[in-house]
Each structure stands twice: as C-alpha cells, then as structure tokens.
C-alpha cells in the first residue's frame, strides 16, 4: 500500500549539482528519507495510542467518586465536555498539518529528526510511567480547577520520587519532540500552547496542599517540581538502599 504523501512534510530533496553531497543514483538519500517518514508513522501510532489510553483512563477516573473540588471543575471537568474539547484539539490539529516553511539539507534534517523522535518516545514513556504510577488517582484537571478523587492519595513513587510534575513535562517535551520530528505548524502551536500546562500543575499544587497539609509539604521540599536533580536522585536511591538492607 502507498503512503499518502498529504500526511507527511515535504521531504523532496534539494536538486541541483551538489545539493545533497551525494551522486547521481546513490541510494543513500532514499534510505535516510524512508527512515524518517518510518518514525513518523511509527510516531503518529505511539503518539495516537497514548491519547487513546489517556482517554480511557479519564473516563474510567469520572466514574469514581471525587471528594474534592477547585474552581470551575464541578462544572468543567465532565466527561462529555473533555472528550469535546479532545476530539475539537484534534480537528484542529488535523486541519493546521502543514509543513513549516523550512527547508533543511539531507543530514542536519535527518539529524533534527532522530533527536526528535528519540525526545518524542521517550516523552511518550514517561507519560505512560506517571499515568500507570497514579493508577486511581488520576483525574483530569484544568487551569480552571481540579477534581480530586475520593480515595485520592498522595503518589511519591514511580517518576513521581523524582520531580512532582513527571507527565505535564512528558506532554511538554512530546510537543517539542514532535515538532523536531514533524515539522508542521500544528505541532508549533501544540508546543508553544502546553507550556500552559504550568498553569494547570500550580493549581494542582494548591489543591494537594489542601488535601494533605503537612504531608505535601513535606514532599514539596524534598522533590523538584520539573527538573530531577543531582541530589534528589541521590537521596532517592540511597533511600531504596537503606530499604535493602
């Protein structure tokens, strides 16, 4: 079966003599470009069946019970209003798949690429490591408020011992992933617009700290909210040593 060249960016290569730095009939340029339109699909899949998998897990999270809530989030975090706005996210980004006006020589473009895909994966594990970590109590939330579970308990393994926001940075560093790898002007807007998820994680922040006092802060102090650092890692695993012994 063909691929349906309206799916992808502009991959021609750049004619005239010299252009590529390879010969006439060399079959290099074909291999590079059938690699990158491979981790485009294979992108398109990942990144496709994590949404679905999102989504799945925030329906099953409205059909538990809450016992808290901030903001507009009794009115705004219905099921039907979030698979809404999800389903209104992708038209939009369907109808704004277009390429970027940029043209990269062969081997920085192909360069560009496998650090994207590599950044987009690994984005995509993280993710789905921070959605399995929360297990129960994951919920949807907004800039507008948050819902917290009934049984809702304060997550601190998984990559959740390391930084307090694991899955907004891995939906940060996806977009940007998937614009290296992409290149069209949806992924632009999506890595520019989820830097609002920000926004969303001091919100949640504000909620937890009032649903577990002393217990958050003790966390807060302890775990970076984005970056892991040095001695967060240190402490983490030194902690898991003395567990051992």
């Not at 340029?29 to 699909?41: G, H, N, R, S």
């Not at 996210?89 to 990269?104: D, E, H, N, S, T």
Request: hydrophobic share 50%; charged share 15%.
């Amino acid at each position: 079966m063909g691929r349906d060249p309206k799916l992808y960016l502009d991959i021609s290569l750049p004619s005239g003599p010299g252009s590529t730095g390879y010969l006439a009939g060399d079959p290099m340029p074909d291999v590079l470009t059938a690699i990158e339109v491979d981790l485009q699909w294979l992108g398109a899949i990942a990144g496709l069946s994590t949404l679905a998998y999102a989504i799945l897990n925030m329906i099953l999270a409205h059909s538990r019970p809450a016992s808290r809530h901030t903001g507009a989030a009794r009115r705004i975090l219905r099921t039907r209003y979030l698979v809404i706005a999800t389903l209104l996210f992708m038209a939009i980004i369907i109808i704004l798949w277009r390429p970027l006006p940029v043209q990269i020589p062969l081997i920085p473009r192909m360069m560009v690429s496998l650090f994207g895909a590599a950044l987009y994966f690994a984005s995509l594990g993280l993710y789905i490591w921070g959605l399995w970590s929360l297990g129960k109590n994951f919920n949807a939330s907004s800039g507008f408020g948050v819902r917290l579970q009934q049984a809702h308990a304060l997550i601190t393994q998984g990559p959740y011992a390391y930084i307090r926001h694991p899955m907004y940075l891995a939906v940060i560093l996806a977009c940007w992933g998937g614009l290296l790898l992409y290149r069209t002007w949806s992924m632009l807007i999506c890595a520019i617009l989820m830097f609002g998820l920000i926004v969303r994680a001091h919100k949640e922040e504000q909620a937890l700290a009032g649903a577990f006092g002393n217990q958050w802060e003790s966390y807060r102090r302890n775990v970076p909210g984005w970056f892991p650092i040095i001695r967060a890692i240190a402490r983490k695993d030194n902690n898991n040593h003395q567990h051992r012994r």
